[in-house]
């Protein structure tokens, strides 16, 4: 069993900051990247920031020089810097993790519950 906990949402000024984090626990063999994904209302889940095993990472366009991922080496654990906040980032952020369980499994995305992160003035 898998779980992935986020704490770090809350409500924001435009042109504020907030740090998400996701805590990862349970029977993890082996992981190969974690990832923020986010979803607005009426919207579709989308791609936020992915951070790999070797610690390179990946980012939306509409995230790029004001969202920075990063990646705790001692546990399985990720933070979202987000700095420069606009409203249209208003939407719940989930914490994915891609991994398997044990050697001869195959490799599946968990994901958290999502924190609320709200944009506005």
């Known amino acids: 069993q898998v779980q992935l906990v986020e704490s770090g949402g809350g409500l924001v000024q435009p042109g504020g900051s907030l740090r998400l984090s996701c805590a990862a626990s349970?029977?993890?063999?082996?992981?190969?990247?974690m990832g923020w994904y986010r979803q607005a209302p009426g919207k579709q889940r989308e791609l936020v920031a992915t951070?790999?095993?070797?610690?390179?990472?990946n980012y939306a366009d509409s995230v790029k020089d004001r969202f920075s991922v990063s990646r705790d080496n001692t546990k399985i654990a990720m933070y979202l810097q987000m700095n420069s906040l606009k409203p249209e980032d208003t939407a719940v952020y989930y914490c994915?993790?891609?991994?398997?369980?044990?050697?001869?499994?195959?490799?599946?995305?968990?994901w958290g519950p999502g924190t609320q992160v709200t944009v506005s003035s």
């Open positions: 349970g029977s993890i063999f082996i992981f190969y990247y």
């Open positions: 994915c993790l891609f991994a398997r369980t044990d050697r001869d499994g195959s490799p599946d995305n968990y």
């Open positions: 951070i790999n095993r070797d610690g390179s990472t």
